[in-house]
């Protein structure tokens, strides 16, 4: 089972003015959400791309009854779904922007390099576009640039290269055939500990699902779907994400309306990375709807 990040901070900073109206965007396998609803009286909507865990939460959440809406879609669309859903504004939004476990651990959804599996990536699979897709099909210069704007690798016309080179032979069709490549471009081991296909592959995930284009439509209309005193949280694992975050976050409440309950970004205790070290790099954010 995932084992949702920073729990016990998230309930402490929507649960700040006794809300009536939550919203989870990424509720993924109800981790937060069911905390959320046991500490509070409050109604959720929870919002997420992947079908298959929507279900896992509908079955994890079923005891909360009618309190509970789920809908399948992306958070960037997240006030056209409220308002589908009867929820015309929150008293709480949060987005936790990192993987779920199941996910990344299941080899037939292609997410991780550390289990062979088809080259997929797909959050929604019923969306068409595969990381197999790009990979066989983008141009060269166009695959370095998604490998060096999204994955943060500077050795990404190296990586670019021996992947058009591989793929004039045959189609890459699996997880492992793409690491094998980037191993043959970096070699197999990186300074630092970090696998050399690590920003590969996360580069070819955030494209596949346009992850950033979600995240820029979440950050401009989330804010105002808040009542006032409403709050929005967002965690984030990685600095391309973390970035449009925080200067969203600080552009708010410059021009007023909004103040940031988070003067400093929280991060996960000690213990806690230590019984689940998928939060190491996890990074809370929380604003606060003024007016």
Aim: proline share 4%.
């Amino acid at each position: 089972m995932h084992v949702p990040v920073m729990v016990a901070e998230v309930c402490d900073l929507l649960d700040a003015h006794g809300p009536l109206a939550f919203v989870d965007v990424t509720v993924g396998m109800g981790g937060h959400a069911e905390a959320l609803l046991r500490r509070t009286r409050a109604r959720l909507l929870g919002i997420d791309r992947d079908a298959s865990a929507l279900e896992t939460a509908r079955e994890r959440l079923a005891e909360f009854g009618d309190r509970v809406t789920l809908r399948h879609g992306n958070f960037g669309s997240i006030g056209q779904i409220m308002r589908d859903a009867g929820f015309p504004a929150a008293d709480g939004i949060l987005a936790d922007l990192g993987m779920s476990s199941f996910a990344l651990d299941d080899p037939e959804r292609g997410l991780s390099f550390r289990q062979d599996g088809p080259l997929d990536m797909r959050f929604d699979q019923s969306e068409a576009l595969r990381a197999s897709d790009l990979v066989n099909e983008e141009a060269e210069a166009e695959l370095a640039r998604i490998i060096y704007a999204y994955g943060e690798e500077r050795a990404s016309r190296r990586i670019a290269r021996v992947i058009v080179e591989a793929r004039r032979r045959r189609r890459i069709e699996t997880t492992g055939e793409l690491r094998a490549l980037v191993e043959r471009a970096l070699g197999p081991k990186r300074r630092g500990g970090m696998h050399p296909a690590t920003r590969t592959f996360l580069a070819l995930r955030i494209a596949v699902n346009r992850e950033m284009e979600s995240l820029a439509d979440f950050l401009r209309e989330a804010p105002t779907m808040l009542v006032p005193r409403g709050r929005l949280a967002v965690i984030s694992y990685h600095s391309l994400e973390d970035r449009p975050v925080k200067e969203r976050f600080r552009d708010l409440a410059s021009g007023g309306g909004f103040t940031r309950v988070t003067t400093k970004v929280l991060r996960p205790s000690a213990k806690e990375i230590a019984s689940n070290p998928r939060a190491r790099s996890a990074k809370l954010r929380c604003l606060e709807r003024s007016v």
